[in-house]
Each structure stands twice: as C-alpha cells, then as structure tokens.
C-alpha cells in the first residue's frame, strides 16, 4: 500500500487551500501532492474499487506533507474485472459533488450508458479536476452555479490552464477529462506520464501564482 492510503489524521486539501497555505509551496511541491494522489488512486482501482467521490475535501495532507485519500463513502468495488462490462458496473448513488461529475454522469444516455454509474474512467475525470484545484486554490468553475456547471460540462466547457501549471502537466490533465470516458488514460498511465521527463516540476523554485 503506498503512502497515499496510509493511516492519516492531517488537515484536509480544502482547508489547506482556502487558508493559501499551498501557495507558499513551490510547483514541485504541489506536483508531488499531485503524484500523491495519482498513486493512492491507481492502488484502489489496482484492487478494483473506485473511490466515487474524489475532491479537494476528500484528501487530506499529513503531518509529513504527503497527500492521503479519505472518506470511501460512495466507494465500490468492482465484482469481476475480467468480465468485459465490469468497467460498468459501480454504485448508482448520485451523491457527491457535482463540480467533479464527469459528463457521462450527468447525460449516461449520451454516452451510452443506460444509467448513472460511477466508474475508474470517472475517477480519472475527477483526479484531473483535482489538479486544477491544486494549482488555483478554488473549486473547479467556482464562479460558477451547479446547474451552470453540469450544462456546460456536457457542452464540453472545462477550465483552463492555470498559469503555473507546466504544458505537460496540463496535456496529461486535458486526456484525464477527455469526454468519452473510453479513451481516457488509466491511473497506471497517470502515475507512469508524472514520472516521465518534462511532466513534474524538477525543483521547488517555482512559485505558485
């Protein structure tokens, strides 16, 4: 089990966030927080189960400066990932936030899908929000309403490139929010692509803006 999903009674992402307290670490820092993640969440969909609710709110920072992945809520585990529908097969609770919902769980029949079904590729969507919440201390489309927020993610309207985040970074983000859920990178590409030249941030000299 990696240290992402060690035992850990830190402060949360979000709170972090709002008192800016990321924004005094540099761009390697937060990649790291990034990486963090990426692992704590291939470890779960290595063991067949979907977290269903990723979030600034959810992660927490411990004591050692490592993000950590809480609150397994609405998680599930996929029954038998041989099978070629299991990619389908996930809770149906439409609880969680809908500023990380993926398009196809707001519209499934557009994608699809006969109903709403949480699944890896919609983690995936939610990690790549989760990087843009990193990099702009807010929630994605913050200046935005619910219902503003889940017509324009079907219209295809996703954020845009912080300016401290590295292109890489942000190509590697802009594949995990793709919207057919079938072409999107899996976390073990995600962690693999962070760990390769050009994606993470080589130092802590790079201040956040």
């Known amino acids: 089990m990696g240290t992402s999903l060690r035992a850990c009674t830190g402060r949360g992402l979000s709170q972090c966030l709002k008192r800016r307290t990321l924004r005094h670490r540099g761009r390697g820092d937060v990649d790291r927080l990034l990486l963090d993640i990426a692992q704590g969440l291939e470890y779960l969909h290595s063991v067949d189960v979907i977290h269903g609710d990723l979030r600034g709110s959810n992660?927490?920072?411990?004591?050692?400066?490592?993000?950590?992945?809480?609150?397994?809520?609405?998680?599930?585990?996929?029954?038998?990932?041989?099978?070629?529908t299991s990619m389908l097969l996930s809770s149906s609770s439409h609880a969680g936030s809908v500023r990380w919902f993926a398009p196809e769980l707001i519209q499934p029949a557009s994608f699809g899908l006969q109903r709403f079904v949480r699944t890896f590729a919609s983690d995936v969507y939610a990690y790549a929000l989760v990087c843009i919440e990193l990099y702009t201390g807010e929630p994605p489309f913050f200046q935005l309403k619910d219902p503003a927020v889940l017509l324009g993610v079907i219209d295809g309207m996703r954020p845009e490139r912080p300016p401290s985040m590295s292109i890489p970074l942000f190509e590697l983000v802009t594949s995990a929010w793709a919207a057919d859920f079938r072409i999107r990178p899996n976390t073990w590409d995600i962690v693999c692509a962070l760990h390769s030249s050009g994606v993470l941030s080589s130092g802590y000299d790079h201040p956040m803006v």
Not at 59 to 83: K, Q, V, Y
């Open 59 to 84: 992660i927490l920072i411990s004591d050692e400066g490592n993000a950590c992945l809480s609150d397994f809520g609405l998680a599930t585990m996929i029954p038998d990932t041989d099978s070629t």
